[in-house]
């Protein structure tokens, strides 16, 4: 399966799920509404149409995207966010995001040849930027640091 059947295949079933939810929302109350459905209906109905052309005209000569490479960088990076996930319940937001950050720009520069402290610095700098987002402008709590 190509690359644009597989992405049409995903944004048809995608689509059909969304209408499948729009569905079953609420109409509206009030008079000259047009109610919570409309824009999900929308949406689903330009990702069915987006995917079945996809899935129609996709057959153009393209590599698979299940090889053998593809899928050992998915399960790598699901290995290193499982392992964030269970960082994070020990270690706090901070050292886990910072660690995750780096770890992940260094697989997706893999051929790029980025210098090393610049993915660093760019991991330091987002951490903070998302901590100061979610503590000090969402005012949410994130986990705290239950080691030391």
């Not at 699901?78 to 660690?99: D, E, H, Q």
């Not at 992940?104 to 760019?122: G, N, P, Q, R, T």
Request: charge should be positive; include cysteine; charged fraction near 10%.
């Amino acid at each position: 399966m190509t690359k644009n059947r597989s992405t049409g295949l995903i944004a048809l079933v995608l689509g059909v799920v969304i209408a499948v939810q729009a569905a079953q929302l609420p109409p509206s109350t009030m008079a000259g509404d047009i109610g919570p459905a409309v824009f999900p209906f929308i949406s689903a109905g330009i990702l069915i149409l987006c995917g079945l052309g996809m899935l129609i005209t996709g057959g153009v000569k393209e590599a698979s995207i299940f090889t053998k490479e593809s899928l050992v960088r998915l399960a790598k990076i699901f290995a290193v966010v499982l392992l964030y996930i269970l960082a994070m319940s020990y270690l706090g937001f901070l050292i886990p995001t910072c660690a995750v950050l780096y770890v992940l720009s260094v697989m997706f520069a893999e051929e790029d040849h980025i210098a090393w402290w610049k993915i660093l610095v760019f991991a330091i700098v987002l951490t903070i930027a998302i901590y100061l987002l979610f503590h000090n402008v969402l005012n949410l709590k994130l986990p705290t640091n239950q080691l030391f």
